[in-house]
């Protein structure tokens, strides 16, 4: 049974300790500005139409009830850029790819959140041997009432004596100096692979990947990258965050990229640059004059919610694509969310 309480001619309060049983809800009055009681008492209720709001008289005036919607989930996936191959006459490691962090995260309504798409490291060009080591640069999503999400740039390549950059994931060691793999960050990659020195040819290391390590070379090749983690955040599995094949001196072969984006090493010819946003790593080149190494992969920011729950407004032209009762919003470069 439903009981109509008029607000203008009826009960004017319940009393205290009025217990009303069941699962539906009030109804409270409601009007314009103009129909507002003439002589309200304090703590009087009312949803002002003019206003499209609640309202409350505090005993001097009328004032808004402030509302918000409920704080709600969204699940994300967020890959720094790759870091770009080493390029060296001795067998240049592969870069590492970018950091790959994949979870959730509670949003507030009206709350802006900004999205950094992180660019890959860029290739190097150089003669003989060179310590340029060129990282990936990191991704991320900020806002005002959460701890900033950051996956971090890959490491480069090492080209010389050093070792292979850390970073997300490292980079690959350089094969004449037999140089070891940068290591890659807890939760986010892998180590990169050593290089290595058969007598005869110059292997550099893999750089490693989101799911596995760079591979160590034997000297006779590069080493190979290590493979990426697949995620199924858009609907579809895809792999990300493979690192780049360690480059080769002599006659060997340089190593393949790893899945996830991953760039080829080479042997005397410009290396494979990692796939843009998959965050995976530059190969390594290995010849003597005019190396080219392989450019990082840019990364990606993917957020996931429900429909009823997406608010519709972003900045930075995401991908807008839904799969069953959620929507999906894919970042190739920087913009925002608001919640």
């Known amino acids: 049974m439903t009981t109509t309480i008029n607000g203008d001619t009826g009960i004017d309060k319940l009393q205290d300790e009025t217990t009303v049983s069941g699962t539906g809800g009030f109804t409270i009055p409601s009007g314009t500005t103009a129909q507002r009681p003439v002589s309200p008492t304090t703590g009087v209720l009312r949803y002002n139409t003019t206003e499209s709001s609640f309202e409350t008289y505090n005993g001097t005036s009328w004032v808004q009830v402030n509302t918000q919607n ?28 970018g950091g790959y962090l994949t979870s959730t995260v509670s949003v507030s309504a009206a709350t802006a959140y900004t999205i950094t798409v992180g660019a890959g490291g860029a290739a190097i060009t150089a003669s003989g041997y060179n310590t340029n080591k060129n990282p990936g640069n990191n991704s991320s999503i900020s806002g005002s009432d959460i701890s ?12 010389y004596s050093d070792a292979g950059q850390s970073g997300g994931s490292g980079g690959g060691g350089c094969g004449g100096y037999e140089t070891a793999g940068g290591a890659g960050t807890s939760g986010q990659g892998n180590a990169g692979g050593d290089g290595g020195f058969d007598g005869s040819n ?11 390590v760079g ?15 697949a995620s199924s955040i858009t609907g579809s599995s895809v792999t990300y965050a493979g690192g780049g094949g360690g480059g080769v001196y002599q006659s060997g072969t340089g190593g393949s990229g790893g899945t996830g984006g ?3 090493g080479s042997y005397n010819l410009t290396a494979t640059s990692g796939t843009a946003n998959t965050g995976g790593g530059g190969g390594g080149g290995g010849t003597v004059t ?12 993917i957020l996931r919610m429900l429909t009823s729950k997406y608010s519709g407004t972003t900045t930075g032209s995401p991908t807008v694509t839904t799969d069953g009762s959620y929507t999906i ?7 925002s969310y608001t919640a």
């Not at 110059?202 to 596995?212: H, L, Q, S, T």
């Not at 591979?215 to 983690?229: E, L």
């Not at 005019?290 to 920011?301: D, E, L």
């Open 202 to 212: 110059y292997g550099g290391g893999g750089g490693g990947g989101a799911g596995a």
């Open 70 to 97: 409920y704080p709600y989930d969204i699940e994300y996936l967020v890959v720094a850029g790759g870091g770009a191959g080493g390029a060296s006459g001795a067998g240049g490691g592969g870069g590492g790819a």
């Open 290 to 301: 005019n190396i080219t190494s392989g450019a990082g992969g840019s990364g990606v920011v």
């Open 262 to 264: 991953g760039g080829a």
């Open 329 to 335: 919003l894919q970042f190739n470069s920087s913009g």
């Open 148 to 159: 900033t999400i950051t996956s971090i740039g890959g490491g480069g390549g090492s080209a």
């Open 215 to 229: 591979q160590t070379s034997s000297g006779t090749n590069g080493g190979n990258g290590g493979n990426g983690s």
